[in-house]
């Protein structure tokens, strides 16, 4: 008679183990969820940032040049604007290691869209106004697909 609770009780210890392994597996599987998500996140808003730093100084540059600007202005802002195309490269990269080829795609899209404005800025003429409006249109339409394409891996 005394044998039965000692087996009850080694019975209860070894299924509460389980359950703590069991508890320890799933925990470590979520963190690591979290964080590849959070990772994603975070990839998604700096290629977007990058996307529209890029946009904002070659679209000043263009501005400048209209009016004869500053020519080290604007081979400072062609600086940048290639500079931050070359980061949104980077930034691809890790995209191909963590997202859909739908996503990788549509990142490839925009930044290539971002390489042909920036190359407006080595152009012996000024861009057009129209022209450059036109390149914006085109930015836009491609960032607002990577857009969709990152809400949908998100499940958004």
Known sequence: MDLLPTVLS???ASVAAVFAGVNLYLSGRREHVKWARDALVETFRAF???SFQSKDAVKAAVRLSWSGGDPGRLAELRREAV???HEMRRLQTRLRLLTSSEVVASAHALRSAVAEY???L???DPVSA???R???RRLWTLREAFIAAAKGT???
Request: hydrophobic share 65%.
């Open 10 to 12: 080694a019975v209860a």
């Open 48 to 50: 977007l940032d990058a």
């Open 83 to 85: 500079a931050v195309e």
């Open 118 to 120: 920036v190359a407006v």
């Open 122 to 124: 080595d152009a012996i």
């Open 130 to 132: 129209e022209t450059d």
């Open 134 to 136: 036109e390149l914006r």
């Open 154 to 156: 998100l499940a958004l």
